[in-house]
């Protein structure tokens, strides 16, 4: 299970490495707006993660669906939310966006601590979040060089493909071990 857990938050991460792009990009080229929009949209993401971490976590677990399967439901929405980052024409709506997908990052990243800390052995949980963190910090940074690299060669339709893609594979990665493992009740 901790295997799946770090499966899934790599996959969330290095698809989460494209947005800081998507809102410098969308923000500069499309909608050519000025540097203080682009303020404006980092200080609205910050609300949301602010308000995440006061409790988003309590909230979703009143839904009674077990943790490991909340945290795919919430990589789900997000990557969806992230595939909406992409096809926006509407300056208005982008704030709007980007306070969902910073509130449901939060959230996730918030439970899949909690996750990790029930399933490690206390003794070990130091060592192993130090090398989690590595991981999911290189998985982000690989995220964000592939997709810049995507958008500036190629196109952002083509990015936001391949990502669809990636999301494609991570359900049924996520789904055949559902199937495998029925008791997922962390």
């Not at 909608?31 to 980092?42: A, C, E, K, Q, W």
């Not at 980007?98 to 990243?109: D, R």
């Not at 995507?150 to 494609?168: D, P, Q």
Request: with cysteine.
């Amino acid at each position: 299970k901790i295997s799946f857990v770090t499966l899934i938050m790599m996959i969330m991460l290095f698809i989460d490495g494209g947005v800081n792009l998507l809102l410098i990009m969308v923000t500069k080229s499309i909608f050519n707006m000025p540097d203080s929009y682009y303020g404006m949209l980092t200080t609205i993401k910050g609300i949301g993660m602010t308000l995440a971490s006061f409790g988003a976590v309590k909230l979703l677990l009143k839904f009674n669906i077990n943790n490991l399967r909340l945290l795919y439901y919430l990589g789900v929405a997000k990557i969806g939310l992230f595939f909406l980052l992409g096809h926006i024409i509407y300056p208005i709506f982008f704030p709007i966006v980007i306070f969902f997908e910073a509130y449901l990052w939060m959230s996730m990243t918030i439970l899949e601590n909690l996750i990790m800390q029930s399933l490690l052995i206390p003794q070990y949980r130091a060592s192993v979040f130090a090398v989690y963190g590595s991981l999911c910090w290189l998985s982000s940074s690989v995220g964000t060089l592939i997709f810049g690299y995507l958008v500036e060669n190629i196109s952002l339709s083509m990015a936001v493909t391949i990502e669809a893609m990636i999301t494609f594979v991570m359900i049924c990665v996520v789904y055949s071990y559902k199937i495998r493992n029925r008791e997922m009740d962390i």
